[in-house]
């Protein structure tokens, strides 16, 4: 937060779903301490301050400037209280301006950019003195009115999860992507390295205000507006036990004419849902403008680009049903009190349940199904002590695992498996086979083994993988067996017995099977036989 000793000048943060009056507590309590430094500011200036400087003021010639007002201000008038979209508004402010200067040049020549600033305050002051003593906006919007509001889900089939949010002139085409672990961003700042599993990127290229221009790299909108949204989201984004995928979200603004971060906060909000990411609730965000004057003032709820131009205020709140989770307020006045700041709270919570309503009317929940084309994520866990054998000497065990099954894995320090695949089978094979590497040979149990070598005096059967036990001559059948190659050759697929565990070596059976199930076979006819003798 910041402000001087007695009004509010800028607040941006985050917060966990607070209610207004905790968060118009949190900015009293620190406008207490904003009170103190000012203090200690005033008298750091009274010791050693210097003249300030002289700034003359800009005067405009009161002729000149009443040759434009009789030319424009009936004309400005009419467009000001007409009902017009951005672009025709700008076209007859264009043509207007066009108009003025052309009938002045001869008059004042050399004039344009005065008339321009002209032109500019007298659009301002019209505004805004419509708005003060009707409550009319540009639109034809009272205050309060929020604008009609469309939304669509899925339109883009491929993606893992998209929606396209639109709120009068304003517009976000946002998609999600599903990835891994190993997708999780790595960010190096200036205290410990951490990572990052949910990630909104915000885009607003030149054409979304009908601008041509060259697409480069992230500037200051970009980088501003797509923190704002990620904080607002990131308060209902799921834990890691519950989704643990890492998500990206994207937002391109289509167009734009007034608060394109929270629309990308809706977007962003209906997208992930869309996606099937079980966020807690779904959240919407709202920018709230405001004009004060000689003691008077309106809140403008959804405010247009050219409110936030002429306008005193752009506040932006964003939050789910049960409160607030990411705010920002910038003003162009000296400051605000808080009573207007507590207004200002309470209007945008209803035109936050506005809009939260239209959304859930959209998609309400979740969807419990994922897109097919996102990853199948399977979480496991095994022993601390087991993670280097599901690695293997240099990673050949686990890159081994990662071709034969075309999965993603990644084992975390605890001993936790993430395998992530293009379709569920893969993935759940690589879990089986991991269960396999890591299980524990048991006495008495059965398992489906692989010859692996052929030797005079038995064969060498692979029981669970990288574990192999010695099938000896004698256990291959109920019957002598003089020569191992004419009952078993390598690769062959056989069910074994485990006999028993010696200094690390495993003694397997496969006569021991024939046996159990012979015996159980003429038990089974011996019932048979006395069944039909009883008849």
């Known amino acids: 937060m910041q402000g001087t000793a007695d009004s509010i000048m800028m607040v941006e943060g985050e917060s966990k779903?607070?209610?207004e009056q905790e968060l118009l507590d949190a900015l009293k309590f620190a406008q207490i301490e904003i009170k103190k430094i000012v203090?200690?500011?005033?008298q750091l200036r009274a010791e050693a301050g210097k003249t300030k400087w002289v700034v003359e003021e800009k005067t405009i010639d009161e002729n000149l400037k009443k040759d434009i007002y009789d030319l424009a201000e009936v004309k400005f008038k009419e467009i000001v209280y007409s009902v017009l979209s951005k672009e025709e508004r700008a076209d007859k402010n264009g043509e207007l301006a066009e108009f003025v200067k052309l009938s002045l040049a001869e008059k004042y020549p050399e004039q344009e950019k005065v008339i321009k600033e002209v032109l500019h305050d007298m659009e301002k002051d019209l505004m805004r003195e419509r708005i003060l003593k009707e409550g009319i906006r540009l639109d034809g919007r009272n205050t309060k009115q929020i604008r009609p509001i469309t939304i669509e889900l899925g339109n883009l089939p491929r993606t893992h999860g998209s929606a396209l949010f639109t709120r009068g002139e304003t517009q976000s085409l946002t998609t999600v992507t599903l990835g891994t672990k190993n997708d999780e961003q790595t960010v190096d700042g200036l205290m410990q390295e951490y990572t990052k599993k949910f990630m909104l990127h915000y885009n607003f290229p030149p054409f979304s205000v009908g601008e041509v221009g060259r697409l480069s790299g992230v500037g200051r909108r970009e980088i501003g507006h797509g923190n704002l949204a990620e904080r607002s989201l990131k308060q209902v984004f799921p834990a890691d036990d519950a989704f643990p995928?890492?998500?990206?979200?994207i937002s391109d603004i289509l167009e734009s004419n007034g608060s394109s971060s929270m629309a990308t906060v809706c977007a962003g909000s209906l997208a992930m849902m869309d996606a099937g990411v079980p966020i807690s609730k779904a959240v919407s965000g709202i920018a709230m403008g405001l004009v004060k004057e000689d003691g008077q003032y309106a809140i403008l709820s959804d405010i247009l680009g050219n409110e936030d131009h002429l306008g005193d205020m752009d506040f932006k709140v964003a939050g789910t049903s049960d409160g607030i989770t990411g705010f920002q307020m910038d003003i162009k006045i000296q400051g605000i009190s808080f009573e207007i700041m507590e207004n200002a709270l309470h209007q945008a919570k209803e035109?936050?349940?506005?809009?939260?309503?239209k959304m859930n009317e959209a998609i309400d929940k979740s969807r419990e199904t994922l897109s097919p084309y996102a990853p199948r994520l399977i979480t496991m866990n095994i022993a601390q002590d087991q993670i280097g054998l599901v690695i293997g000497p240099g990673g050949k065990t686990i890159q081994g695992m990662q071709r034969l099954f075309g999965v993603d894995i990644n084992i975390e320090d605890d001993g936790t498996v993430h395998i992530a695949s293009p379709n569920k089978d893969s993935a759940q094979q690589a879990k089986d086979y991991i269960k396999k590497l890591t299980a524990t040979p048991e006495v008495g149990?059965?398992?489906?083994?692989v010859v692996t070598k052929i030797a005079d005096f038995g064969a060498f059967v692979e029981i669970l993988p990288g574990k192999e036990g010695l099938l000896h001559i004698s256990e291959i059948d109920v019957k002598r067996v003089n020569k191992v190659s004419d009952y078993l050759k390598v690769?062959?697929?056989?069910q074994v017995k485990l006999l028993k565990i010696e200094n690390g070596k495993f003694s397997l059976s496969r006569k021991k099977l024939l046996m159990e199930a012979a015996e159980k076979e003429a038990k089974k006819n011996k019932q048979a036989d006395q069944q039909i003798t009883e008849k």
């Open 491 to 494: 690769g062959d697929k056989l």
């Open 245 to 249: 995928y890492t998500v990206r979200v």
């Open 351 to 357: 035109g936050r349940m506005h809009i939260l309503g």
């Open 39 to 42: 203090e200690l500011q005033n």
């Open 445 to 449: 149990e059965v398992y489906d083994g």
């Open 17 to 19: 779903e607070v209610s």
